[in-house]
């Protein structure tokens, strides 16, 4: 069996065992979704969704942001850690967005991350919830599930995403990134993986090796 061949069965058994794949971030905009993209950055979703309502109710879009007093934007968001960071790169890519993008968020890899603060990661997520473009989401979990899994042996992200989107068909490549992580955080742990509940055990090579 190939790697394509693996990575469709692979999907075939995810699709039962995750039927409803999603983004985990609360968002009602693409703004939002950068926003708590960015934010997400070593930081949970679930404490992001806590902290975003506050930041969106005084700074509901792009105008709104990029004027807003760096200092207050850090008050609020914290909780989410590296704030200070976060926050200049909110205000900034929001001051961009307003210049250089009429107010909307762009809808290219170039133009995404030629903004402040945003990777290949946070511009996948935006092209493929936002503008449903063929996107891979590289995550901790992408990373090590697929090296477990024997697609790789590497570490770099963007040598990852290319290389697994050889692999996975473009019309499921958001969802098996959803998928992944789902996967990961409840079953595939970075310690510890469930390996015995696992729904796709039988293609991973961590586990034909730990069982020999
Ligand atoms: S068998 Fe274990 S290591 Fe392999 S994908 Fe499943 S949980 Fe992860």
Redesign the pocket.
């Known amino acids: 069996m190939n790697k394509i061949e693996k990575c469709n069965k692979i999907i075939a058994t995810f699709k039962k065992i995750y039927p409803d794949p999603r983004c985990t971030l609360n968002y009602g905009s693409a703004f939002e979704l950068l926003v708590s993209t960015r934010l997400a950055a070593q930081c949970t979703d679930k404490r992001v969704n806590m902290t975003t309502p506050k930041l969106f109710a005084k700074y509901p879009d792009v105008c709104a942001m990029a004027g807003a007093s760096l200092a207050d934007v850090e008050e609020v968001i914290k909780p989410c850690g590296f704030f200070k960071t976060k926050a200049r790169d909110i205000v900034n890519l929001s001051k961009k967005i307003s210049e250089n993008f009429g107010g909307n968020v762009p809808g290219s890899m170039e133009e995404l991350t030629s903004l402040p603060g945003i990777g290949r990661k946070t511009a996948n997520v935006i092209l493929a919830e936002i503008f449903h473009k063929p996107a891979i989401v590289v995550d901790t979990h992408f990373m090590r ?1 697929t090296r ?2 024997g697609f790789h042996n590497l570490k770099d992200a963007t040598k990852i995403e290319f290389l697994m989107k050889k692999i996975v068909p473009e019309s499921e490549s958001a969802n098996f990134s959803h998928r992944l992580v789902a996967h990961g955080r409840e ?2 742990k970075a310690i510890n ?3 015995d509940l ?1 729904g ?2 039988n293609f ?1 090579e ?2 034909k090796k730990d069982s020999r």
């Open positions: 599930i477990r899994l079953i595939c993986p469930k390996c696992c796709i055990k991973c961590k586990y």
